[in-house]
């Protein structure tokens, strides 16, 4: 019969070895988690941002951050409250995978995109930091 007390550093380690990790999936729903942002290679992040298309408005990417991010797909936008109406509520999603080490920033415009000359209702701006 195997001595359960031999397993339990064994288990100890495992358990303290995980605790240092840093989280595969990171997301950021506002700049002030951003003070730079600290990422690892190979970390997924999720941006979360509040958005209204129906009234014109959108997140337009101005620094994408492309030398250490790399997009997953395209925004993804829903309605959480599924209202339907005009002028609702929603929210604007996407996803990077962290490919390279260093620094860059990651830049938002909510804006109306005919309004060229128009400065933005919002920006996002976020330092991200790869070791």
Known sequence: MPSYR?????????LAGC?????PV??????????PLKLHT????????PSNPTTGFRWE?????NGLLRALGPEVYSNPEDAGLVGSAGESTW???VTAAGEDKLELAYRRPWEAEVAP???FVC???VK
């Open 127 to 129: 330092p991200i930091l």
């Open 61 to 65: 990417l101005r620094n994408a951050a």
């Open 121 to 123: 209702a919002q920006t």
């Open 6 to 14: 031999s397993l339990l550093p064994l288990t100890l380690a495992l």
């Open 26 to 35: 990171v997301t950021l729903e506002d700049a002030s988690d951003c003070k």
């Open 95 to 97: 996803r990077f995978r």
């Open 19 to 23: 605790a240092g990790q840093s989280k």
């Open 42 to 49: 190979g970390q997924e992040l999720v941006l979360i941002l």
